[in-house]
């Protein structure tokens, strides 16, 4: 820290600089359809620090209940380095960090498939994200087409912490000005994308004895059997807070906090500005988390998520979890913990005993399948995915 | 940090596990009346761990005005280890860390009583929570009991940190289905609890020239005198921030951020979600602070706390102070500091000025007094309590 | 930490205590127009510690883009100690320690004057506030007078952060009672005040080679040319959240968060409460920061300054960015940055780009130049600045 440099005193310029109205640029960022290209890698600007206070943040605005993201000191007597980020945090990170590339133009987001956690985010940690084109499905003129897209959460070790792919719904360019520039191929190289096929998870060398008395007495691996319906007790209502929270996590797609730009768009989407979805998610799995979650050690992914309606602030959500699967760990963790597989599914202003009584199994069945099936949509249903959880067995 | 493992990649299972509505579960928390028995020690669930972004943030929202909470400078040159927890902030966080299993039933908290705080939290710590049953009262078939509990909050190194009792009106249980599992008794034995009968208050050594110029000029010792009311000038509107703050501090009761809940009740409470009552506590302890408390160098406690009004969103809330006693602190500590005792009253939607102007003496009436005395509540006033500061003298 | 103290336990005081209407006080910050005179320096309350959580906090939430304030590895990369507190923020913070004292009886903040940033504020650093008054207007018996002020930011190594002058309308006291007690002139010397005259501002050594990949493409120093008018595309729409978010930076005038106050008032300040300028000037900063601002490594200033309309919850406000010049950085720096002076203009509840349309070169006019001009002023327009940055060349 080391230079001391004098610079002119600054003087008022504006009206000795006349306006001219002929040099205005109207930078744009988000991409249309036109703009992706299988094979392209996109670099997505400035990061995200993890600070142990954002981390605890997160996990309280969202409700979640594993003490690994609210209590330091459980966390290092469950093996881990310290406090944990919470996975939903680095979901809802990663994806934001590319929203300025990637969606920002983007219609909808259809669907998230795949999603892999491959290691703990820490305190101090700098998560940087990179994306690359999967797929571009045209569908005729004057249609948006589907993009398909892997994005990647890489630490400051180099370490991919995160991995899944999602799809969006992508407007055609027509007669707009470009956005974002392509990026520049180094030696007509585009960045390495390092997604990792049949990936391994690292995990720390948990201890025998995991702490007692900190999590929820009833949802261990013994506590939970196939095909069940656990129906979660409370709401959230969704306030203005939204609007803020969407910027919090990096996401900039001015449907989430502009109200001049979401009262502007014509057809559903049209009014005040939509909560992003990721906090959705969130907010979602956190109402669930003391009922299925806060025994878990290791979110391992999730895959099929879909949001079916928007949220908009004034919104009550509520949630529901069914078992899908569960088995013992393989090898040594098997001791210690089993792998469970869960739906969860979201709606809004209702409670989940009344949504579930309304709706019955149909609630179960994903939206996009209602067609086929002969089945009308439920309104009330905003969120579908399965999750898959590493879970302690009872000590 | 050392195994890596491979799981079995996540495929889609929800289509392929039938559902079945006969295997349904409704996980619920806090407890009935039945569901308490005197001699019950309940061990709450995550704890929490107090990062200085969070106590920083906690003062700051509650518009806190004494420099130990916002100034690490100041703290450590005041003789603390650094930037010191709010109590207030403490308070909030052990209470709410007790609400899923003690109160998340309730119909209403009743009173806080004998809150004694014993020694400085500083950033890193993590507290968690004890709740003993004292007391249950029946009031006859189908009318609500009251439950007397007192709960400690323990750092890290096993030592009580605050101490307090508290009333609750907890409904009976009916032909609902139980609620928390009753604890365990290990060798049938309940876990100990170590409140601290007659206990001693661990404060640092002070250092003889205590830092001036941050704290303010008319609040220390000697300017205050017994019987003197004060009327605090500003007030502040409570948003829809109430939701999220009172999961901040780890509340879990529906009534403060689920408005299908809050909406569906019947009754005085029916309608927006209530704001938690130890927000509004925190807030007229803030509008106080600057003209009461920001030369205090502890915070020794408070008794006789009543909510005697709900708030909701929107409200502005105002707060008066009432000098109630004065006297050197007693040995050594006397010729540097005093003890005060003051009574806070907190109004809503009126000034503070304005609300003494038009009750007067009344105000300061505990509310449960005034059937006997023959006089009206207040509809105004929201909040009673005495607490008690050491505070500094002029140096 | 070592003294245990046994207090007496703490009874019910209140009923013994007779209420004596006779002994009321209402301590009032701020002050009248007769309670400033020239020369008068005064030392702020309670400073301000800079937490990282609080740092990143902050530029999320006005929507800053620079990967400085944002992300720990580019901070150091770059050549900073560590994460880089936003200019923005410590303006903020500043202007707020100073409010209790100078402004929070003041009925406008009339202008920012000859900013400057004088030396990075990092994690943990602790910030205190001196205010020196430098002018008293006087404009007739029963008008508001104004005065200028200057206010220094200084840290916990005495060391001057930032500097800036501004100007506020103040109301005569009448016969109201005084408020803030005058500072009190040891042996008759005001506490001193170092303003620093053709200051000097230190800065880190620059690596050669800046990171890269991180910041946005289109916003390096020969992405600018003298003259052209830059259309921010996304607005952020202002919700309630800006009442906690005044006290968040320490500001306590209550016409920001006091509704009863704030509707009490007459006039066109009069209903909800208003934003405090700070952070609107805040939000268009961000607004502005992709286009910019992020391939900035130092922002060394800002001068005329107006809010020319206020804002309340429920805005949406939207900035455009005007060259109004450039030139390379002299000396050394000169090969690796150039500096370039914008001026930055805020709308409300209108597109910068319809703002444009709509008003065209008026909307780079003074405000208060335009009654001289013959021309009307522009209700949409609520803020115009012009300021300097230092900005990296293309590496």
Redesign the interface.
């Known amino acids: ?7 002119q ?7 000795s ?5 002929g ?7 988000g991409r249309y359809l036109e703009e992706f290209a299988p094979g392209q890698v996109f ?1 997505h ?5 993890f ?4 981390m ?2 997160f996990a ?2 969202y ?1 979640q ?1 594993n ?1 690994l993201y ?5 966390a290092r007597a469950s093996g881990f ?1 310290g ?1 944990v980020a919470s996975p939903q945090m680095v979901f809802n990170v990663v994806l934001s960090l590319g929203v ?1 590339n990637d969606s920002e133009k983007a219609m909808a987001n259809l669907g998230y498939y ?1 999603a ?1 956690y491959l290691r ?1 985010v820490h305190a ?1 940690d ?1 998560i ?1 994200a990179l994306t690359k084109v999967v797929d571009r499905k045209e569908r005729g003129a004057g249609k948006p087409g589907i993009v398909t897209i892997r994005t990647l959460g890489i630490n ?1 070790r180099d370490e991919v912490v995160l991995q899944y792919q999602r799809k969006i719904m992508v407007a055609g360019q027509g007669d707009r000005p470009p956005t ?2 392509l990026p520049r191929a180094e030696g007509g190289q585009m960045p390495s994308f390092p997604w990792v096929e ?8 948990f201890p025998a004895r995991l702490p007692v ?6 949802s261990c691996f013994e506590d939970f ?13 969704i ?3 939204h ?2 929270l969407t ?2 996590v ?1 996401n ?1 797609h ?1 449907l989430h ?5 979401s009262s ?1 768009l014509s057809g559903k989407m049209s009014g005040d ?1 939509i909560v992003y979805g990721g906090l959705v998610f969130a907010w979602l799995e956190g109402l669930a988390s ?2 299925v979650s ?1 025994n878990s050690v290791w979110e ?5 998520g879909y949001h079916t309606q928007p949220s908009i602030g ?1 919104d ?1 959500v ?1 949630a529901l979890s ?1 078992v ?2 569960k088995e013992d ?3 040594p ?1 098997g001791a210690q913990f089993g ?1 469970v ?1 869960f ?1 969860l599914v979201g709606v809004k ?3 989940a ?1 009344s949504a ?1 009584a309304r709706h ?2 149909d609630l ?3 939206e996009n ?1 209602k067609k086929d099936l002969g089945k009308e949509k439920i309104d009330e249903k905003i969120f ?1 995915i ?1 999750r ?1 959880l590493l879970i302690r067995k009872r000590s």
């Open positions: 820290m080391a230079q001391a440099v004098r610079f005193p600054q003087g008022e310029l504006a009206h600089v006349p306006v001219d109205l040099k205005v640029r109207q930078p744009h960022y670099v600007p400035r990061g995200f620090t600070f142990p206070a954002q605890e943040g309280r605005t409700m209940c003490p609210l209590n330091e000191e459980y380095a406090l300025q795949d892999q703990p101090h700098t940087r400051q974002t520039p049949d990936a391994q998870v690292f995990l720390p060398d008395g900190l999590s929820g007495p009833a059997s196939v095909g069940e319906i656990i129906v979660h007790a409370n709401g959230r209502t306030t203005d807070e609007l803020a910027y919090a990096g900039t001015p906090f502009d109200r001049v730009f502007g500005p003391r009922d806060d391992l992914g999730f895959t099929e004034g009550t509520a069914r899908l699967a760990a393989s090898g963790l792998v597989t739906q202003n209702i409670t005993a579930l019955g199994a179960f069945i994903k399948d579908e399965e898959r």
